[in-house]
């Protein structure tokens, strides 16, 4: 006897209904996004250190040239003229 109600697939292992994909969907999206927002923060972070880093290295090498400044020989220009006698 066949009735006007149609019966639902049935849901096997190898089956899964659309609500089940959208939601795998949206949070492999969630995941991804999220380490993409990990891995711009960890950037971040390293170039803030690395920053930081250039400057300590600038303070240093400025050290070290104005102590080679002070203690090499000043070396003075002096202007001669000479006197042409006749």
Do not use: C, W
């Amino acid at each position: 006897m066949k009735t006007g109600h149609k019966n639902p697939a049935p849901n096997y292992a190898g089956f899964h209904d659309r609500r089940e994909d959208g939601f795998v969907a949206t949070m492999l999206f969630i995941s991804l996004l999220a380490i993409m927002l990990m891995l711009a923060t960890a950037g971040g972070m390293a170039l803030i250190h690395l920053h930081d880093e250039v400057k300590v290295l600038e303070r240093q090498q400025i050290k070290r040239l104005d102590t080679s400044m002070t203690n090499s020989v000043a070396i003075s220009h002096v202007s001669i003229t000479r006197v042409e006698t006749k």
